[in-house]
């Protein structure tokens, strides 16, 4: 067996699977423990920690490279490129340059790795991303919607609190803490101090957004989900379908009835 054999047999490896996802963990646990205030000891055992974790990162990385072939379809794959980038901006060294802030952030990026590790979560990532043109109407049409409330809101209630319904733009921020229906009732109940109906003002824009829009949202994503799921299961011939299961069956049972109903006929 070659070489190349060998890694492309451990990159598909669930045992090495698990230990780049358990290693990603450690890099997320790592980076969450030097938020608080710790011994030098322990800092010192954080960073060799991070050392040994970015050279695993690096040796992964060069596996999945050497097993690719030919090479350059390595970086065809833009989740490659991806760990790639992620991995490579990690070398740069924690120390007071100008750029450790930003290699603070990449090591805290370093857990979206765990995205191109996980088929599930790629189909998620690649589900919603493929739902963005169809959300893109639902969302225009739902900025009207917040278009139309604020401006007739901050016409009506200004008078009554003008913090909240100062101007256009502080209607909106007020009617976006109404559709996420947190403490809704008090900007309410306010207004009907002196507008005794303006709760069907309220009443009317959580059922559009809150309840309307944002199932079609719902909806638009889990369809383009189920979408991506077929997608897979028709690209994967070991895959066994369900209506594949029924039809086999059925032809089964078409064939015994026959070969039975041939011995019948054949007796005295």
Same mark, same amino acid.
């Given at each position: ?45 954080? $960073?060799? $920690? ?219």
């Amino acid at each position: 067996m070659s070489w190349q054999s060998r890694f492309e047999e451990l990159i598909t490896n669930k045992v090495f699977e698990f230990f780049i996802i358990f290693i990603i963990m450690a890099s997320a646990l790592t980076v969450g423990a030097k938020t608080y205030n710790i011994t030098p000891f322990w800092l010192s055992v954080l $960073a060799v $920690a991070d050392i040994g974790i970015t050279v695993i990162f690096i040796t992964e990385i060069s596996i999945r490279f050497l097993a690719t072939h030919p090479r350059r379809d390595f970086f065809k794959n833009g989740w490659n490129i991806f760990d790639t980038l992620i991995v490579t901006i990690s070398l740069i060294p924690l120390d007071n340059s100008d750029m450790a802030l930003v290699a603070r952030l990449v090591r805290v990026f370093r857990v979206l790795r765990m995205i191109s590790i996980i088929p599930e979560l790629r189909i998620l990532l690649n589900s919603l991303l493929k739902a963005l043109p169809r959300l893109g109407y639902v969302m225009a049409l739902m900025f009207i919607i917040f278009y139309i409330y604020a401006a007739a809101g901050s016409l009506i209630f200004e008078d009554v609190n003008p913090v909240l319904w100062g101007d256009i733009s502080i209607a909106m921020l007020t009617l976006f803490r109404v559709m996420t229906l947190e403490d809704w009732t008090d900007v309410m109940y306010e207004t009907m101090v002196v507008y005794p109906m303006s709760w069907t003002f309220y009443i009317s824009f959580i059922f559009l957004t809150a309840f309307a829009f944002l199932n079609m949202v719902i909806g638009i994503v889990v369809n383009v989900l189920e979408e991506e799921h077929q997608k897979e299961r028709d690209a994967d011939p070991d895959i066994l379908h369900l209506e594949d299961v029924y039809a086999e069956v059925k032809a089964l049972r078409a064939l015994i009835e026959k070969q039975q109903g041939g011995s019948s006929g054949s007796g005295p």
